[in-house]
């Protein structure tokens, strides 16, 4: 079992940046594939990105990619989400997710969740 803990969030302008940070505890970290999702008022949960083990291999959704980076530190047992040039539509409650087995970017397949933070950005 693993204990995921996200901070960073706030309010924003349109244009500006934030760093989400997940701490987590528990089970070797390392082992865990991480992602991250938001879920906007109304809506679903989204996938946002996800990384690896190792942090090799991250894969992003079309809305945010080249826009935001995934990044881990298995010594901080720690990951990262760097959200640059912000938009209104990013706002939403910010997760971050577990998972040992699953490569997948479906909410579904991460059995271990935080609380969540939440981000908003105006316009």
């Known amino acids: 079992q693993v204990q995921l803990v996200e901070s960073g969030g706030g309010l924003v302008t349109a244009g500006d940046s934030l760093r989400l940070s997940c701490a987590a505890s528990?089970?070797?970290?390392?082992?865990?594939?991480m992602g991250w999702f938001r879920q906007a008022p109304g809506k679903g949960r989204e996938f946002v990105a996800r990384?690896?083990?190792?942090?090799?291999?991250?894969t992003y959704a079309d809305s945010v990619e080249g826009r935001f980076t995934i990044s881990r530190d298995n010594a901080k047992n720690t990951v990262y989400l760097q959200m640059n040039s912000l938009k209104p539509e990013d706002t939403a409650v910010y997760y971050c997710?577990?998972?040992?087995?699953?490569?997948?970017?479906?909410?579904?397949?991460?059995?271990?969740w935080g609380q969540g933070t939440q981000v908003t950005v105006s316009s």
């Open positions: 990384i690896s083990t190792t942090g090799i291999s991250t």
């Open positions: 528990g089970r070797t970290f390392s082992s865990y594939r």
């Open positions: 997710a577990a998972s040992v087995l699953s490569w997948s970017t479906s909410p579904d397949a991460f059995p271990y």
